[in-house]
């Protein structure tokens, strides 16, 4: 497949292009020619030294990963940027990103595994960047919370870490918001959505009190281990297209 066919199936599924105003991530193509033909792509979470190397290893012509390496402009190419972006270069790896897209798309995307792992039904959006959202809300039908922590601590990608729990919430889980990654600052509109459950990736400082104050169970699965679902979406159906596929596993354990 042409690596511009590719790239406009990306962005035509994921709606990349109405994100451009709201998200600090150069969404798409990040690296790469106009065009040339693409037989492997490999996917990781982050294009960090470790995964390009890896990509260039597995002899992937195409790296798709969610976190890239320009946010809001690349000024100079030195140390550890060089780093990261001399070896595709050097060995012909175009590099494709999609940060928010991926994070709250309804089919493909972070949230939608995370609430796929819970059982969660009627999905909405919830997470508000600008018009968009970048999470999902869903109905849990009454589960345990402490069914809710085990099916996190087992389904995502902690690294080994585990999940943290503030368990300030019911025991009795009826109503969950999913904002992945660094999604702590949407708790408050979760609250304001009445859910009474919050996963997100990491916690922030004032997390703690933030959900004591208002009676609400938070589960922090890790930034990683909750954004490794959208990569594996886009592998499985980047693989129906017809390249072959390999993923590229570092979690971080954070």
Known sequence: MQLS??????DERLRTDDFADVDASANGLQVGPEEKHVERVAFA?????????????ADADLLVTHHGLSWGGIERVTGRQYGRIAPLIENDLALYVSHLPLDGHPELGNAAGVADVLGLANLEGI???G???????G?????????????LESELDHGGTGVRALEFGPETVEDVAVVTGAGADFLDEAVEAGVDTFVTGEPKGKTYHEAKEAGINVFCGTHYGTETF???SLMDLTERWGPAVTYLDVPTGL
């Open 5 to 10: 066919e590719l790239v406009s199936r990306y």
């Open 45 to 57: 979470v982050d294009a960090v030294a470790e995964t390009v190397e890896a990509a260039a290893g």
């Open 131 to 137: 018009p968009e959202t970048i999470g999902l809300r």
């Open 230 to 232: 959208g990569v594996r």
């Open 139 to 151: 109905d849990a039908g009454g589960v345990a919370r402490e069914d809710v922590r085990e099916r």
């Open 127 to 129: 997470g508000h960047v």
